[in-house]
């Protein structure tokens, strides 16, 4: 959320849509995906007051894995005078180029990227980006969904309707132990001598679609799934 805020402010955008992805595909196979519909309502929980933010349900609604290609290409039918913008975070604007259809990206919209204070990543030069500085927060989304399993508070981190969402829908519950049961699963295969080999997501984190007259934008997120962690505030895509 306060990403979205800062970068709506810096560029003067008229609206920023949280898009939810439907299937995140690069994060398939890494850990559980929260279902997109829980997604969507903590999202709509999260920007229900705040002025110029929405959630949007574009991915969701056209269905599959979802990406950013896809989604501003569809937007750019929706918004015909709007001009879009993709917004992600430094380490996803580094991977840039491992998106799929990367370049109709860069083709469909002003590529932004979401630097925090200090050294800022180094990017391909042949991309015309516009950098935006916000506060550095460390809160992973890792750390959040722990911290709802475990009972530690996340007052301040986390905005109340969010978590009245996550409680009514008894999300992450139980998280814990089916990490525990991975970890036994996994020391158990290597015991035996098997390899094993994880691929690493690619941290799209909000990979973003914004538009400067009804512009669209993706999605902080909860839990690396709705509002408060995700990387930038942008469109959570698959790339």
């Known amino acids: ?32 995906i929260t ?5 969507l ?15 949007g349900r574009h991915e969701i609604e056209h269905g599959g894995p979802s990406y950013t290609a896809d989604t501003l290409a569809r937007l750019a039918e929706e918004y ?6 993709t917004v992600i975070g430094d380490d996803a604007a580094a991977g840039l180029h491992t998106w799929t ?21 180094v990017l391909d030069d042949d991309i ?15 750390d959040l ?13 986390i905005t109340q309707p969010v978590l009245d969402v996550i409680r009514e829908r008894r999300l992450y519950v139980g998280e814990s132990a089916d990490a525990d049961a991975d970890a036994a699963r996994a020391d158990a295969a290597e015991s035996d001598g098997a390899d094993a080999v994880a691929d690493a997501a ?3 984190g909000a990979d973003a679609a914004r538009a400067d007259a009804a512009e669209s934008d993706g999605a902080d997120a909860v839990a690396d799934d709705a509002v408060a962690a995700d990387g930038a505030a942008g469109m959570e895509a698959a790339g």
């Open 128 to 142: 015309d980006w516009i950098r935006v500085e916000v506060p550095r927060l460390e809160v992973s989304s890792t």
């Open 41 to 55: 309502a903590m999202v709509e929980a999260a920007v229900a007051d705040v002025p110029g933010l929405v959630p």
């Open 202 to 204: 690619r941290a799209d």
């Open 1 to 32: 959320m306060v990403t979205a805020v800062n970068v709506r402010h810096a560029l003067s955008l008229d609206l920023v849509i949280l898009m939810v992805a439907n299937v995140p595909w690069q994060k398939e196979g890494t850990r559980q």
């Open 145 to 157: 969904r722990a911290r709802f399993t475990d009972g530690r508070p996340l007052d301040y981190l």
């Open 80 to 85: 015909p005078v709007a001009e879009l913008f």
């Open 101 to 121: 259809r990367w370049d109709e990206v860069v083709a469909q919209s002003q590529m932004v990227v979401v630097d925090r204070p200090g050294e800022p990543v």
């Open 35 to 39: 279902p997109a519909s829980d997604r």
